[in-house]
């Protein structure tokens, strides 16, 4: 299966904005689910696998926030680094709070200290 180039830009309402040349909705949700996945459980060989082949998926903005957000508010510090290396925006905001990703690691590392 061929993945497309971009995800589209966020709507206002966290929405994925589509037109008719844009991604299938399918691919793009099975996608997101997989490196999500692959994030939550700290897979940093899966998510260097899946955003190698589609570095322009880096700092895409999802619901969720880019996948730095994700991997900051799931407190996966390998692949957190691993971003990073790979060029992820540290001030890109997003995300339900339309926050930056520094702010959701602390916030994670609050949580977890309490």
Do not use: Q
Not at 8 to 34: C, D, H, M, N, Y
Not at 35 to 59: E, F, P
């Amino acid at each position: 299966m061929k993945l497309p180039n971009h995800f589209p830009e966020p709507s206002p309402r966290g929405l994925l904005k589509r037109s008719a040349t844009e991604w299938p909705l399918k691919v793009e949700i099975e996608f997101g689910k997989k490196v999500r996945s692959a994030i939550k459980v700290d897979d940093v060989v899966g998510v260097t696998a899946l955003l190698d082949a589609h570095l322009d998926l880096l700092d895409v903005v999802t619901p969720f926030g880019t996948w730095l957000h994700v991997a900051a508010r799931a407190g996966s510090l390998g692949v957190t680094k691993k971003l990073v290396e790979m060029g992820a925006d540290l001030n890109k905001r997003g995300g339900t709070f339309d926050a930056g990703p520094l702010n959701l690691a602390a916030s994670y590392r609050a949580h977890r200290s309490c």
